[in-house]
């Protein structure tokens, strides 16, 4: 495959090849065999894929992918998934109970890893063997998300290539520059509450706390407050945590967005094409995905602090096309 196969397809506004879609996790079914080595003692694990699918295996995902690809491994204890590897970044955070996340060093072969606890992030870069394994006592939910929305087979460590399908590449990718992941965590609890980004949060409806994990997420006051944790990268992601009643008002994007719901009950909101406003309430890892070109908005529908993951397509992006002028609040 081309080099150009990596640049991201997102659909464009006019031209969207998805609605606004909403997608309940318990209406997503799980996949326990996608790979060659799902059935393997270890490697056990379902997968719920909210966007993108395995090629060659039936797509059980809502949607497929444009600017990223992204779902849910619950894990038995003391299973994972053996050392892989993509040609695009793949992050990884903890939903729930706590997870080893190891790799090969390319040059020295040695195994390092990191142990993340809950709602702890790393980001993995092309050309480094990574693995993971549930090291709690129960069922774990590890979150993936990749920076490419049409999704590839792994390549798979030398140690692990038995029963490959037919075509699958065995090459790793190239490392350019090699990153070391160790460098690459984001802990919960080190990654700063903004609550400074955006015009709006001087309003008493908009005011909500921004953890900035990956990527500059475009606001009017983007130097503002605490910075992202890690910079650049393929997407942009963060968690919102905001009260009751409060959250984004109807803005737009130049590319795909998504809610996912981690505690609490949301409101997503949007306008159609004719203006016509529409609402869905949201539980827990409940998601809502928004092609470009359309207002949309969120807020707090619990009586409790929430908080919503929000994965943006592009990692640095301009300001919101806000529906109504926040002009006088500019500051």
């Given at each position: 495959?081309?080099?150009?196969?990596?640049?991201?397809?997102?659909?464009?506004?006019?031209?969207?090849?998805?609605?606004?879609?909403?997608?309940?996790?318990?209406?997503?079914?799980?996949?326990?065999?996608?790979?060659?080595?799902?059935?393997?003692?270890?490697?056990?694990?379902?997968?719920?894929?909210?966007?993108?699918?395995?090629?060659?295996?039936?797509?059980?995902?809502?949607?497929?992918?444009?600017?990223?690809?992204?779902?849910?491994?619950?894990?038995?204890?003391?299973?994972?998934?053996?050392?892989?590897?993509?040609?695009?970044?793949?992050?990884?955070?903890?939903?729930?109970?706590?997870?080893?996340?190891?790799?090969?060093?390319?040059?020295?072969?040695?195994?390092?890893?990191?142990?993340?606890?809950?709602?702890?992030?790393?980001?993995?870069?092309?050309?480094?063997?990574?693995?993971?394994?549930?090291?709690?006592?129960?069922?774990?939910?590890?979150?993936?998300?990749?920076?490419?929305?049409?999704?590839?087979?792994?390549?798979?460590?030398?140690?692990?290539?038995?029963?490959?399908?037919?075509?699958?590449?065995?090459?790793?990718?190239?490392?350019?520059?090699?990153?070391?992941?160790?460098?690459?965590?984001?802990?919960?609890?080190?990654?700063?509450?903004?609550?400074?980004?955006?015009?709006?949060?001087?309003?008493?409806?908009?005011?909500?706390?921004?953890?900035?994990?990956?990527?500059?997420?475009?606001?009017?006051?983007?130097?503002?407050?605490?910075?992202?944790?890690?910079?650049?990268?393929?997407?942009?992601?963060?968690?919102?945590?905001?009260?009751?009643?409060?959250?984004?008002?109807?803005?737009?994007?130049?590319?795909?967005?998504?809610?996912?719901?981690?505690?609490?009950?949301?409101?997503?909101?949007?306008?159609?094409?004719?203006?016509?406003?529409?609402?869905?309430?949201?539980?827990?890892?409940?998601?809502?995905?928004?092609?470009?070109?359309?207002?949309?908005?969120?807020?707090?529908?619990?009586?409790?602090?929430?908080?919503?993951?929000?994965?943006?397509?592009?990692?640095?992006?301009?300001?919101?096309?806000?529906?109504?002028?926040?002009?006088?609040?500019k500051g």
């Amino acid at each position: 495959m081309s080099d150009s196969s990596l640049s991201k397809t997102a659909p464009q506004p006019g031209t969207v090849a998805a609605p606004v879609t909403i997608i309940r996790f318990a209406e997503i079914v799980p996949s326990w065999s996608e790979y060659h080595e799902s059935g393997a003692e270890g490697n056990h694990r379902a997968l719920y894929r909210y966007i993108g699918s395995v090629p060659g295996s039936p797509s059980r995902s809502p949607l497929p992918g444009w600017d990223f690809s992204n779902g849910v491994a619950m894990t038995p204890p003391g299973n994972g998934a053996p050392l892989h590897d993509h040609r695009d970044e793949e992050y990884f955070m903890v939903w729930d109970g706590e997870f080893e996340i190891y790799w090969e060093d390319p040059e020295s072969k040695a195994r390092k890893s990191v142990v993340l606890g809950l709602y702890d992030a790393i980001r993995i870069h092309p050309g480094i063997m990574r693995g993971f394994k549930n090291v709690g006592k129960e069922d774990g939910y590890l979150y993936f998300l990749h920076g490419q929305g049409n999704y590839e087979y792994p390549v798979y460590h030398e140690s692990n290539r038995e029963g490959l399908p037919e075509g699958a590449r065995t090459e790793p990718h190239a490392p350019v520059p090699l990153i070391d992941p160790a460098t690459q965590v984001v802990r919960y609890e080190e990654c700063e509450l903004n609550f400074k980004v955006y015009r709006e949060t001087d309003l008493p409806e908009g005011v909500r706390g921004i953890r900035r994990y990956i990527g500059e997420v475009g606001g009017d006051r983007e130097g503002a407050g605490a910075p992202p944790s890690l910079d650049g990268g393929e997407v942009a992601f963060v968690i919102n945590e905001n009260r009751n009643g409060t959250g984004a008002p109807l803005h737009d994007h130049p590319f795909e967005e998504m809610f996912i719901v981690l505690e609490g009950r949301w409101a997503v909101f949007w306008l159609d094409a004719a203006g016509g406003y529409h609402q869905e309430i949201l539980d827990p890892w409940d998601a809502c995905w928004v092609p470009p070109g359309v207002q949309r908005g969120f807020r707090n529908a619990g009586r409790e602090w929430g908080k919503l993951h929000v994965v943006q397509g592009q990692p640095d992006a301009p300001p919101p096309d806000y529906h109504r002028d926040y002009s006088d609040l500019k500051g």
